[in-house]
């Protein structure tokens, strides 16, 4: 095994000197394509962020970074700092945002990197962005268990847990599965299941039909024995939500999606932090 080179020590003690002023570090996965995985991570860090709370988002979706247009800030470009270092970009004062989409020329432009220059590029917006004190920072990843999962639980050793998002349907189920299988393979600890787009709500008589079934996502968590946060049922004003950059936890306060989002983001505050609020975690259940 080669010895680090100086610069490559003195990284890591960026990185580490940064993890060691975040409070709980998590990360948002899912099995599969979707699931509405950066919707969950996007409404999660805002309604941290008008709760008081210091958040940051972190995208590592290299391929097909959509923070930014969920937060409103799809034209903003990261900058190097006067002082050092690589400045986020805030979408609140206290809500820090940093993606690959903030670098590139135009939201069209593939991104054709393989695994080690991913890994490379992760470990640069962990160490090198100027973060500050932070009560929580929520990692958005892509779909899978691949490279960039993978690069966030080995360059964070002391990550809080992991939040994975799953549809109703079979296909998305088995694969959520893995994704379960996956942090515990890691020892990381599975703060919770989300089953997304479980129903949708008539605008029109407010009934709920299951599109896509209903269930499966609670019946995974309790075969696997982790917590199950929730059913988060499909709305049409959620797209609207996402495309506009106004996330629907704060600008859609009366739809039944943002209650529940509101209701989950509490059980996984609980979980972070050892409080029992809005809920105590016994035998993988709330």
Known sequence: MREKTTQEIQQEKRLNDNMN????????????GGVGKTT????????????????????VDIHGPN?????????????????????????????K???????????????????????????QFLSDVNWGELDYLIIDSPPGTGD?????CQLIPDIGGAVIVTTPQDVAILDSRKTVLFAQTLK???IGIIEN??????????????LFKSGGGEKSAKELRVPFLGRIPIEPGIVASGDSGKPFINFMKDMETARIMKKITNKIVDFLTGTRHSGQIKNGKF
């Open 97 to 123: 945002a940093v993606s690959i989409a903030f670098m590139i020329d135009s939201p069209d432009k593939p991104i054709i990197w393989r695994g080690p220059l991913k890994m490379i590029t992760i470990k």
């Open 197 to 210: 787009m479980s129903g949708f709500v008539c605008p029109y008589c407010k009934k709920k039909i299951d």
């Open 67 to 95: 923070i930014a247009k969920m937060l409103g800030v799809e034209d903003a470009k990261l900058v190097g700092s006067s002082s050092g270092g690589i400045d986020p970009i805030e979408v609140l004062h206290n809500l």
């Open 148 to 152: 960039e999962p993978l690069s966030v």
């Open 21 to 32: 002023r975040i409070k709980h570090k998590l990360i948002v996965i899912s099995g599969k």
């Open 40 to 59: 969950v991570a996007v409404n999660l860090a805002y309604g941290l962020a008008i709760n008081g709370h210091k958040v940051g988002i972190l995208d």
């Open 188 to 190: 990381m600890k599975v």
